[in-house]
């Protein structure tokens, strides 16, 4: 059933809704559009910790996406890499800026805290191809 659900997610990445406020949907989405040529040439660790999530999907609260040139992966547990930026907030703001409703500026001033490497913060939007 494992196989099913990583395809399922795989493969419905472009029909996420504003009301489908599931972390594991969202974060596969955004590993498809990782652009990894605009990524360092190292590892790069990202710790989503996502608030308003459904009691269905809780277990999906926090997710980490690994970066590197050479893939990109989702991780539902810790990998055990230290972490560059964790970002927090509210899965509804993430998917609205995820599907280009708010600009990803506006969410992070006021809705998103983001902890860790500045420099990486700075280029989260463009590394995921977000509406700045």
């Avoid at 277990?59 to 980490?64: A, E, G, S």
């Avoid at 560059?84 to 998917?95: E, K, M, P, S, W």
């Avoid at 708010?102 to 191809?129: C, E, H, N, Y």
């Amino acid at each position: 059933m494992a196989a099913l659900g990583q395809w399922g997610m795989t493969y419905t990445h472009d029909r996420i809704k504003r009301s489908d406020l599931d972390p594991a949907l969202l974060v596969w989405g955004l590993r498809r559009r990782v652009d990894v040529n605009a990524l360092p040439d190292r590892r790069v660790v990202l710790r989503f910790e996502f608030s308003g999530v459904p009691a269905s999907r809780t277990k999906f609260r926090i997710m980490w996406l690994i970066l590197g040139r050479s893939s990109v992966d989702v991780c539902m547990k810790d990998p055990g890499f230290a972490v560059d930026l964790t970002l927090r907030g509210n899965i509804r703001d993430y998917v609205e800026v995820y599907l280009g409703q708010t600009k990803w500026s506006d969410a992070a001033r006021a809705a998103l805290q983001l902890d860790g490497d500045q420099k990486i913060a700075r280029a989260f939007p463009v590394w995921m191809q977000l509406k700045r």
